[in-house]
């Protein structure tokens, strides 16, 4: 028996499907979603989350928001949220080092979280975008 997810950023629904198995980065560490869960209203973190179904894993980045847990459904209110395929590369990477020289300069405390943050957010998107790359090899 699957579960409905769906994931929604203020530009789109990015996702709304069936699927079996949801594994999310929340603000207490990493989060299994099954079908049948208790309810649960959790933050989530800048980081990579994981959909499977069919036994195929399904890696997006997101960039935080929240997300509601229901026994038969999920919804997922994300800051950013993009499909491995949806990634451009370059650009992360051209994020990565623009945040890697802010952090250097740490003009502010509030500039250095800020560029941190942007880190983690470009460190995602190139992890999920090999992700999505090494699978394809594989297969």
Do not use: C, W, Y
């Not at 079908?35 to 973190?45: F, N, S, V």
């Not at 209110?77 to 451009?88: K, N, Q, S, V, W």
């Amino acid at each position: 028996m699957p579960i409905h997810l769906e994931i929604v950023t203020a530009e789109r629904v990015v996702l709304s499907d069936d699927v079996d198995m949801i594994n999310a980065p929340t603000k207490d560490g990493r989060v299994g979603i099954l079908p049948r869960h208790a309810p649960l209203l959790t933050i989530l973190e800048i980081g990579e989350l994981d959909i499977v179904k069919d036994g195929v894993t399904t890696p997006f980045a997101i960039s935080g928001g929240f997300m509601e847990v229901l026994p038969h459904r999920v919804t997922i209110l994300a800051d950013t949220a993009e499909r491995a395929d949806e990634i451009d590369e370059a650009r992360a990477e051209a994020a990565r080092r623009a945040a890697e020289q802010r952090i250097a300069e740490r003009r502010s405390a509030q500039d250095l979280a800020l560029a941190e943050a942007e880190l983690r957010r470009a460190l995602v998107q190139l992890k999920v975008a090999q992700l999505k790359k090494i699978r394809r090899e594989r297969d």
